[in-house]
């Protein structure tokens, strides 16, 4: 089976440049030099894994290398970006000196580099090429804009998130059956591929008995055992866009007594984060109530990281929903709600939903069962 039959709907990548462009003045910049390739990606349709992007107050100029050069004018065509960027192709050099020309054209003084993803060594490189205009920090201007998504974004991230649900009900089997957690990761990650995924969305967890107590923990050669808590931690990704989701199972459906409990009380705190997200709630309330919800059950300490992040071109983006974070929702920010309970040497349970914000409420992009027998 491979792709879905019907096409994605479009997306407005031409628009994204004319959105940006205000946030500069706002930045005291009057110029961007866009070296994230997530954002590059994001303004322009172009998907290589080297190049970069100048916005000035009227025109754009990407940037790459001979590798590209089919690809490149390809993509702008596609993304309907063509009219609106000019394209360069060439060495270190070539790109320099047009960035440098473009940057004397637009006669700009002040020019922004995207301190999240320039290195001091870049930016004194940076500072050398440009001679007398200024290189100021900037943070956030295109990833402010990547945090709502437009309808073209969400049907293909619900495309990952549907590709990674049939993946996991195809290897699910694998569980009972006492393979390894490197046996099961392989076969979730061979699974999506073949129903369509561009990639694996990141590494893939699987975690399973004393090694569930490790949110982040790596597969191992370690073979399944009857009552074994099992945390799957995946998603896929689709043209670009990522699926996140977790879910935790016991070997055999006979956990415990800790960690049935463990699993009642993450479910609860799961369940009631989710339905507290909504337009105009702060992030750091939704982590609040998860939080509240697990240290009212006297298990606050075993929840060891935030309730969750912001999923796009990148699996962690903005906004982060984290103790205190600030960030108000709005409709089309799609977030993850993940609280997790870990208790070294016994367990941990972490169940995840990726989000879209609603007026209302929420609509989760992640379907797959709850139940922990496996």
């Not at 030099?33 to 290589?48: I, K, P």
């Not at 960035?99 to 004397?104: D, E, I, P, S, W």
């Not at 941990?348 to 139940?371: A, M, Y």
Request: net charge negative.
């Amino acid at each position: 089976m491979g792709r879905p039959a019907s096409h994605p709907i479009p997306m407005d990548v031409s628009a994204r440049l004319a959105r940006l462009r205000p946030l500069l003045s706002d930045a005291g910049v009057d110029a961007l030099v866009v070296t994230s390739m997530a954002n590059v990606r994001y303004l322009t349709g172009f998907t290589g894994s080297a190049g970069l992007v100048l916005v000035t107050a009227s025109g754009a100029l990407l940037t790459t290398d001979g590798r590209y050069q089919t690809q490149a004018r390809e993509q702008l065509d596609a993304a309907g970006t063509a009219d609106a960027v000019e394209l360069v192709v060439g060495e270190g050099a070539t790109q320099r000196d047009a960035v440098t020309a473009a940057v004397a054209d637009a006669s700009a003084r002040r020019v922004g580099l995207e301190a999240e993803s320039v290195t001091w060594g870049s930016q004194r490189r940076w500072a050398n090429a440009l001679g007398a205009v200024d290189t100021v920090p900037t943070v956030g201007l295109v990833e402010g804009l990547r945090q709502v998504k437009d309808a073209g974004e969400l049907d293909r991230m619900a495309r990952a998130a549907s590709i990674a649900d049939r993946a996991l009900g195809e290897v699910l089997d694998l569980l009972s059956r006492h393979r390894t957690e490197h046996e099961i990761a392989l076969a979730l990650d061979s699974a999506m591929r073949r129903l369509g995924a561009d990639d694996r969305a990141f590494e893939t967890i699987v975690a399973a008995g004393p090694n569930s107590a490790k949110p982040h923990a790596r597969p191992t050669a370690r073979p399944l055992e009857a009552g074994d808590p099992v945390v799957i931690d995946f998603g896929a990704t689709f043209d670009g866009y990522r699926s996140d989701m977790t879910r935790t199972f016991c070997v055999g459906g006979r956990p415990s007594a800790e960690i049935a409990r463990i699993f009642d009380v993450v479910a609860g705190a799961q369940a009631a984060g989710v339905a507290s997200v909504r337009a105009g709630v702060s992030t750091g309330a939704v982590d609040e109530v998860c939080r509240s919800h697990i240290a009212a059950a006297g298990l606050g300490g075993a929840f060891v990281h935030s309730t969750g992040h912001g999923v796009g071109l990148d699996i962690h983006e903005e906004p982060s929903v984290s103790p205190g974070a600030t960030a108000i929702l709005s409709p089309g920010i799609v977030v993850t709600v993940e609280p997790g309970v870990y208790l070294a040497g016994v367990g941990g349970v972490r169940i995840e939903d990726t989000v879209v914000v609603t007026e209302d409420g929420c609509r989760s992009l992640t379907g797959f069962t709850k139940e922990s027998a496996a």
